[in-house]
């Protein structure tokens, strides 16, 4: 492969590579091996070792593009963007190469999917910390990211005010031991629950 063009693109730090035969794509040094970008130059020819390594970057580019498109839409977790580009049959190597430089650049982060996520969830839900811990785990945010998340959340949000929410709405349906067992599958204290409902 010889190299026509290397120009860098709008997108910071990422370069259009056109060769002299076949289709321009992306590269990032950040993809590349130490020293192979500062190779790149016009004319220069490269063995099919290291054109396989500029594919490598070019698949990685085309990934982190996919990925930087979920993410202007929405915060997300790395766990369900991995799920969503894989599904895109994205292979996982390059998957996990871009989704990494994104989170070094903090544009992917869990914390913030998780914290808005929390906010998001809390407009038709009533929900105690430990029922939030799990739905997190269940997205894939690790515990002391949900940790910080739910520290958070539970100092502007209070969770007895919360509990006391969830009592009114599951007591207008349940009563006795089954508006207990409600309460507590929503992630509520039995203690909370005896204070929500003496008072």
């Known amino acids: 492969m010889v190299v026509k063009t290397l120009v860098e693109s709008s997108y910071s730090g990422m370069f259009k590579f056109t060769p002299e035969e076949g289709s321009s794509f992306y590269i990032r040094k950040e993809y590349l091996p130490e020293g192979l970008f500062d190779k790149i130059d016009v004319g220069v020819e490269f063995d099919e070792e290291q054109v396989d390594l500029l594919m490598d970057a070019g698949l990685t580019c ?70 939030l811990a799990a739905e997190l785990a269940s997205r894939g945010i690790a515990r002391d990211v949900a940790g910080k998340a739910l520290d958070e959340f539970f100092s502007e949000n209070d969770e007895d005010e919360i509990c006391r929410k969830a009592y009114e709405k599951l007591s207008k349906s349940k009563s006795g031991e089954k508006l207990t067992a409600a309460l507590m599958r929503a992630g509520f204290s039995l203690k909370q629950i005896k204070i929500i409902s003496e008072n």
């Not at 895109?88 to 808005?116: H, I, M, N, P, Q």
């Not at 998001?120 to 839900?125: A, E, Q, S, V, W």
């Open 62 to 131: 085309a990934v982190e593009l996919k990925a930087v498109g979920y993410l202007a839409r929405a915060e997300q977790s790395r766990f369900g963007l991995t799920r969503k580009l894989i599904e895109k049959k994205y292979d996982k190597k390059y998957v996990e190469a871009a989704l990494t430089y994104l989170e070094g650049r903090g544009y992917l982060s869990d914390l913030r999917f998780a914290t808005a996520w929390l906010n998001t969830r809390k407009i038709n839900h009533f929900e105690g910390r430990s029922r």
